[in-house]
C-alpha cells in the first residue's frame, strides 16, 4: 500500500512493547489505509488464537483483533451476504470493496466460497 504512513516510519514499532504500540496506533490513527490494512491484518490472521497475534494494523493491537474477530463472527456472515448480492447486481469487486471498506481480496473470497 503505496498510501502507508507506517512506509516512512521505524517498523519496529508495529511490533514492539507497551509505549511503543501506543506510538503506532497512535501513527496508524492518520493513516487513509487504516480499514483496508485492519481487514488484511485480521485475514492474514484468520481464526488463530490470541498468543498467535501480534504487532499493530490498522491502528489495532492482538487483544483488540482477538475481541473483534469473536464479536464480528454474526457481522461476518450479514457482510457476506450483503457482498454476493451487490455482486449478483453486477457491482464490480472494486465497488463492492470501496463500499464496505473491505479488500477486493475479501470479495473475491466470499465469491469463490459461495461458487
Ligand atoms: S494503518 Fe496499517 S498501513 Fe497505515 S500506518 Fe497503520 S499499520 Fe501502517
Known sequence: MAE??????DPELWHG????????????AACPVRPQCEEYGRELEGDAS????????????????TRRRK????????????????AERG???KEIAAQLGITDRT???VKQRAA
Open 4 to 9: 502507508a504512513v507506517c512506509a516512512t516510519t
Open 17 to 28: 512493547m507497551g509505549g511503543e504500540l501506543t506510538k503506532a496506533k497512535k501513527i496508524c
Open 50 to 65: 490470541h498468543g498467535y497475534r501480534h504487532g499493530v494494523w490498522g491502528g489495532t493491537d492482538a487483544k483488540t483483533r
Open 71 to 86: 464479536q464480528a463472527r454474526p457481522v461476518k456472515a450479514d457482510r457476506d451476504a450483503q457482498i454476493l448480492r451487490l
Open 91 to 93: 457491482v464490480s469487486p
Open 107 to 109: 470479495v473475491s473470497r
